[in-house]
């Protein structure tokens, strides 16, 4: 069965600072790994994913994420970051082993702060 | 890009009445749509599985007769909340599978409908 887990339900950076938003998961397989941003009364936007290559990977509006297959591992990362950045951010996972549908399993969410 | 679109962005209906809520893909056809359901400050729960042509597959717990998947087509997949109580009220966002091209196979999500049921 796969997983997924995001360790903080809240991340508070100075406008400015770096951002970096956890993910670990759990898979019997190859992941497919991704971070989706939601922001109020809205459905998820998708930032980045990795499927193989480059460990890694630059998204949408400066966000990146590295794959560490080691640390079974997946954060998310924004050198500077801004007040609109503020929102919730999923992490998820497919397990290419187990599933043919292309289901995900999604993280609890993790609430990012921004302030100036 | 591939954009999603949800219809309608919210509705408010009378107990005991029925909810139709469409999922389109707006520049790609999507044999696989997916239909999640979502409390304040909770993560997305997957209802069902949405495949054009065929039932639908639901998660273990989600009642098929209540929750009605239709994925006529390519491109649209409908959810219809049958005899709504006030319990079904919540966000209830749809994503569409894209796998053009190699290594693509992501799910766009459309931006939710918000059912408040009285």
């Known amino acids: 069965a796969q997983s997924v887990a995001q360790p903080e339900d809240q991340v508070n950076v100075a406008e400015g600072n770096p951002l970096t938003v956890k993910c670990t998961y759990s898979?019997?397989?190859?992941?497919?790994l991704f971070w989706y941003v939601q922001y109020p009364n809205r459905g998820l936007q998708f930032l980045l994913k990795?499927?193989?290559?480059?460990?890694l990977v630059k998204g949408s509006y400066g966000f990146e994420a590295e794959f560490n297959k080691s640390q079974t591992s997946f954060h998310l990362k924004k050198p500077s970051a801004l007040v609109s950045d503020s929102a919730l951010y999923f992490c998820?996972?497919?397990?290419?082993?187990?599933?043919?549908?292309?289901?995900?399993?999604f993280g609890a969410g993790t609430q990012v702060v921004v302030t100036p | 890009g591939a954009v999603v679109s949800q219809h309608p962005s919210w509705v408010i209906c009378k107990s005991g009445t029925s909810v139709k809520i469409e999922c389109r893909s707006l520049?790609?056809?999507?044999?696989?749509m997916f239909w999640y359901r979502q409390f304040p400050k909770q993560s997305l729960m997957l209802m069902a599985t949405?495949?054009?042509?065929?039932?639908?597959?639901?998660e273990q717990g989600v009642e098929k007769d209540k929750f009605l998947i239709n994925h006529a087509s390519l491109t649209l997949s409908t959810l219809t909340v049958t005899s709504a109580h006030p319990e079904d009220s919540s966000f209830y966002i749809c994503?569409?599978?894209?796998?053009?091209?190699?290594?693509?196979?992501?799910?766009?999500f459309g931006p939710g409908t918000r059912l408040t049921v009285l």
């Open positions: 949405s495949n054009e042509g065929s039932k639908a597959t639901y």
């Open positions: 990795y499927i193989t290559g480059d460990n």
């Open positions: 998820a996972v497919r397990d290419m082993e187990t599933d043919s549908w292309g289901k995900f399993q």
């Open positions: 994503s569409a599978r894209d796998y053009r091209g190699l290594g693509a196979d992501t799910q766009y």
């Open positions: 898979v019997s397989g190859n992941p497919y």
């Open positions: 520049d790609f056809q999507a044999t696989t």
